[in-house]
């Protein structure tokens, strides 16, 4: 794991509900892959002492910035609410890559990739490096409600066949993601699944 001074690139937010930060730190990024995660360090109080855990939600590798790193995360307290007020220019200390990361297929597959709320962001990350390796992704994407589902309408560019679930029936298929799995699998002819998410859902997959 390497140490460093980030710079925030940008501050956007997908929804009603999550925050994005795309920080610039290319020594870490260089050496990241899907699934694995970031630690950040906030201002030193005695509310932030430990550093908090970010799965990697995208890697961007475009014009003069090399290997920025994206993370997505909703408030929940005192740390992810100094995080939310953080701009362009802001300076955080960045701690990474940390964790094993998902195992890549060694030939071309069709993967499914299912993740369920703020759990999914890692999943984005993987679903580009697959494209980007030639296998096919399908993906289901699902929240308690429209609020809180994570991007999709990205879902819907990476993803060959795809299905969005909520709880309440706010936006796609009422149920949870587990009730279409059985389907998805048959219909998508699927030989990999990645999955994501909360543990009664990993559990239920």
């Known amino acids: ?114 993740g369920g709320g703020i759990g999914a962001a890692p999943l984005f990350f993987l679903a580009d490096e697959l494209r980007n390796e030639g296998h096919r992704v399908d993906f289901v994407l699902g929240a308690r409600n429209s609020g809180l589902l994570l991007n999709p309408i990205d879902v819907r560019r990476l993803a060959s066949i795809y299905r969005i679930t909520t709880e309440d029936g706010s936006a796609g298929e009422q149920g949870r993601v587990t009730d279409v799995m059985e389907e998805t699998i048959e219909r998508c002819d699927t030989e990999v699944v990645y999955a994501c998410g909360p543990h009664p859902m990993l559990a239920a997959m």
């Open 1 to 114: 794991m390497l140490v460093s001074s980030g710079e925030v690139l940008t501050h956007k937010k997908y929804g009603e509900a999550y925050h994005s930060l795309t920080i610039v730190a290319p020594e870490i990024g260089e050496r990241t892959n899907p699934g694995q995660f970031i630690n950040i360090r906030l201002p030193e109080d005695s509310a932030h002492i430990l550093r908090r855990p970010f799965s990697v939600y995208r890697m961007h590798k475009r014009g003069g910035w090399a290997s920025t790193i994206e993370i997505v995360f909703d408030i929940r307290g005192r740390g992810t609410q100094h995080l939310s007020q953080l701009r362009a220019h802001s300076i955080i200390d960045v701690m990474g890559p940390s964790g094993r990361g998902f195992v890549m297929p060694r030939r071309r597959a069709h993967c499914l990739l299912v």
